[in-house]
């Protein structure tokens, strides 16, 4: 299996490598450390605790309740509205997410550049491809 040092943990999680570091400290992730001194997470336990600190952000109640699954809060970036037509842009950390949707919606959402949002992806099709 494989292990991830903390840096590409925090990355995965979002987070930074200082959180993943106290989380570490903490116990709540486990690590080894290897012949360099430096800190590891074995795959498994990063997956299991991805999946754990997940779970526990959704108990907050702040999110609203939705069938997409994929969910990814950022900032409105861009709007550019067309006639009928229009295209948001959310930075969602180092996601960019565009959405086309109707100019009537935008105006009804208030959606706007430098307002907080949340793009939720539901597909039919997902492409995962391994990193390397």
Not at 113 to 128: D, L, P, Q, S, W
């Amino acid at each position: 299996m494989r292990s991830y040092t903390i840096g590409r943990a925090a990355r995965l999680l979002g987070v930074s490598p200082d959180t993943v570091r106290r989380w570490a400290d903490a116990g709540r992730i486990p690590t080894a450390r290897d012949e360099q001194g430096k800190r590891l997470i074995d795959g498994t336990d990063l997956a299991a605790f991805s999946v754990a600190l997940a779970s526990e952000a959704g108990e907050d109640g702040d999110e609203p309740r939705t069938s997409a699954r994929n969910a990814f809060p950022g900032i409105i970036t861009a709007v550019k509205l067309g006639d009928v037509v229009a295209q948001v842009e959310v930075q969602a950390g180092p996601h960019r997410l565009v959405s086309l949707l109707t100019r009537e919606a935008v105006e009804e959402l208030g959606l706007a550049v430098g307002r907080e949002a949340v793009a939720r992806v539901k597909a039919t099709n997902v492409h995962i491809d391994l990193e390397s």
